[in-house]
């Protein structure tokens, strides 16, 4: 069965700073990875995706992740975090097959001046 | 497209009480979830339908829940009778068949007293 930790509940970063959200999957074959943003009261917004290829992929708001199969990782980043990036982030992880999307428990943002 | 729209936003209502939650997914999704979301689970899947059929409802925690998808852009998710330990937020999501990401809808917080 897929499952995704997340193993950081909270993450608090002054903006300015790097950022670096974890996510490992557990998964048989290739995954089809994502990440999602949920600002409060909203829905999930997806940030980025990894299906093949390039495994560091660019997504909107200036985030990036990495695939690295060696270590079931799907790590974001960030290299310069604003204010307006503090929300909950959630890693998912799919297949070819179409099934539902299994997520992750989420790591919630804070950031600081 | 105006994305996955449910109805109501927000809904209180008293323990024992019929809840019937909304959703619109966008015009030619194939694939319909229903999630809720607390802090103590996270998101968990509740049913997925594929063309309007239910494929998994093994989500759905009890009888008193139950899922409907009359046609291809609309579908309800149905609690009788409401009880507080269902206060949570459900999210309806819609996917298209060639595989991409879920697109989520804002969310119903459903709050049982």
């Known amino acids: 069965a897929q499952s995704v930790t997340q193993p950081d509940i909270h993450i608090t970063v002054s903006e300015g700073a790097s950022l670096e959200l974890r996510c490992n999957y557990s998964?048989?074959?290739?995954?089809?990875l994502f990440w999602y943003v949920q600002s409060p009261g909203q829905g999930l917004q997806l940030l980025l995706k990894y299906f093949s290829g390039d495994t560091l992929v660019q997504g909107i708001k200036g985030f990036e992740a990495e695939f690295k199969r060696s270590q079931s990782s799907f790590n974001l980043r960030k290299p310069s975090v604003h204010w307006s990036d503090a929300a909950e982030y959630f890693c998912?992880?799919?297949?070819?097959?179409?099934?539902?999307?299994?997520f992750g428990k989420g790591t919630r943002l804070s950031v600081i001046a | 497209d105006a994305g996955v729209i449910q109805s109501p936003r927000h809904e209180v209502t008293e323990m024992g009480q019929e809840v019937t939650l909304r959703c619109k997914p966008i015009?030619?999704?194939?694939?319909l979830f229903w999630y809720r979301q607390t802090m103590m689970r996270g998101l968990e899947l509740l049913i997925y339908f594929n063309n309007n059929v239910p494929i998994d409802d093994s989500g759905m925690p009890e009888d008193r829940f139950s899922a409907k998808m009359p046609n291809a852009s609309f579908s309800t998710l149905k609690i009788q009778p409401s009880e507080p330990r269902d206060s949570a937020v459900y999210f309806c999501?819609?996917?298209?068949?060639?595989?991409?990401?879920?697109?989520f809808g804002q969310g119903t917080r459903l709050t049982v007293v």
């Open positions: 998912a992880v799919g297949n070819e097959g179409n099934t539902p999307l299994v």
């Open positions: 015009s030619g999704h194939d694939y």
């Open positions: 998964y048989g074959a290739t995954p089809y």
């Open positions: 999501a819609s996917r298209g068949l060639v595989n991409t990401e879920a697109f």
